[in-house]
Structures are given as C-alpha cells and as structure tokens.
C-alpha cells in the first residue's frame, strides 16, 4: 500500500517569510512527484512538479526532491495571505497514471 | 483558459438511488479521471480512463461504479446504488499524457441521505 505523509498542520507563517512543507513517500519506484494547492471548498491545483533529484524553482516557489530519502519539499518565498491553503503532495509511478495524495497540509500566513 | 467542468455542483439522494455525475474535460486532453475526497480525508483515486476505455481503478471502483464516454465530449460517473459512506466531493480530472499534471474540474458534492 504506497503513503504518501504530511504533517497536517496548520503551519503558521507571518507574511513574508518562508513557508516549508515536507513529505514523504513509502514506496521506492515512484518516479513522479507533484504539489497541489487546495483552497477550502475547492479543487486540487498543480503548483509544481519535480521528477529528479535536486531543486526546481518556479516564481516564489521552490520543490526539492530527494530519491534517496524518499523526501519531498516545497518552499514558498515571500508568503502571502493569499498562500493560505492546503498543500497536497502527490507521487505517481512511471507508466501508470494514478496519482496517490497525501493528506495535505494546511499553510496559514497572516498578515 | 480550458478548464474542466462538472455538473452538478452538488447533488442530494436518497440512499439506493442511482446518480450520474458528468464532467466536460479540456478539450485536447486524452487521459481522463475520477478522483474523491471524503471530508476532511484524501483525495482518493477511483478511476482513469483512455482511448474509451478504463486504464486503471482503484479498490473503491467497485461494481456499483461505472463511467462512460457517451460522446465527444462528456465523461459521465455513475453509482448505481448509493451508499451513505459514498457522500464525498466527486473530482473529475483531465490530462494530456500520463505525466501526472491533472487538471481538476471544481467538483460535485454527493450527499447521500
């Protein structure tokens, strides 16, 4: 059975700072890795994908992937009110399409 | 911008009625998907579906789910027979590979009384 494991939060941030969410995965083949945004009441939004170990930047934000570790990361610079949400990590293995979510964690920046 | 959308925004039944949730995915997308999420749970995959056919499902995807393409553009989820613990938010999903990067619609609420 593949984990994907958030903490849930909420992960207080003031306006401004950097905001750091962490997951991780149980199941080694996993090829892909993906950061979702979900507003209360609303749908999952791609923030960012990453499928090789190392940093990938993207505007104000930052996802590191480590294989080794089983270890994703995503860093929001200059967190704004708006970035309150929930942060979903996702894994999908290679040639499959399913996509297996983590339970999400909450971000709160206050301003 | 092409986005994904889904009809109805939130449906109330009675339990052992059937229900149709129906989405438009984006229209160059090839790869299309049901997922739910429980409230306050995880966004679970049910199923994906290619070339008019289901690819992969998942455990939940059981005989009282079925989903269809009855024309070019509609991709339709139906529950036979809804139970209680079906009540969740329906998320349809649409993808132009198999890279992972889905596109979701906004959701259909099921409410099972």
């Known amino acids: 059975q593949k984990e994907v494991e958030q903490n849930s939060g909420p992960l207080s941030v003031p306006e401004g700072a950097i905001a750091s969410l962490n997951c991780t995965y149980s199941?080694?083949?996993?090829?892909?890795f993906f950061w979702y945004r979900q507003y209360s009441g609303k749908s999952p939004e791609l923030i960012m994908s990453?499928?090789?170990?190392g940093d990938k930047e993207d505007g104000r934000f930052t996802a590191q992937l480590n294989k080794a570790s089983q270890y994703v990361s995503l860093l929001i610079r200059d967190s704004q009110p708006s970035d309150s949400a929930t942060y979903l990590c996702?894994?999908?293995?290679?040639?499959?399409?399913?996509?297996?979510f983590g339970k999400g964690t909450m971000l709160l920046v206050s301003p | 911008e092409p986005e994904v959308t889904q009809t109805p925004s939130h449906q109330v039944t009675q339990m052992g009625q059937e229900v149709i949730l129906r989405c438009v995915p984006i229209?160059?997308?090839?790869?299309f998907y049901w997922y739910r999420q429980i409230l306050g749970q995880k966004v679970e995959f049910l199923v994906s579906f290619y070339n008019n056919e289901i690819s992969e499902k998942s455990e939940i995807f059981d005989d009282q789910f079925s989903v269809e393409r009855p024309d070019g553009s509609n991709f339709t989820l139906k529950i036979r027979s809804t139970k209680l613990e079906d009540s969740a938010m329906y998320f349809c999903a649409s993808s132009v590979s198999l890279t992972g990067e889905l596109f979701f619609g906004e959701g259909s609420r099921l409410t099972v009384l």
């Open positions: 996702a894994v999908k293995d290679s040639g499959y399409s399913t996509l297996t």
């Open positions: 199941d080694r083949v996993s090829q892909s």
């Open positions: 990453i499928y090789s170990n």
């Open positions: 229209s160059n997308h090839l790869y």
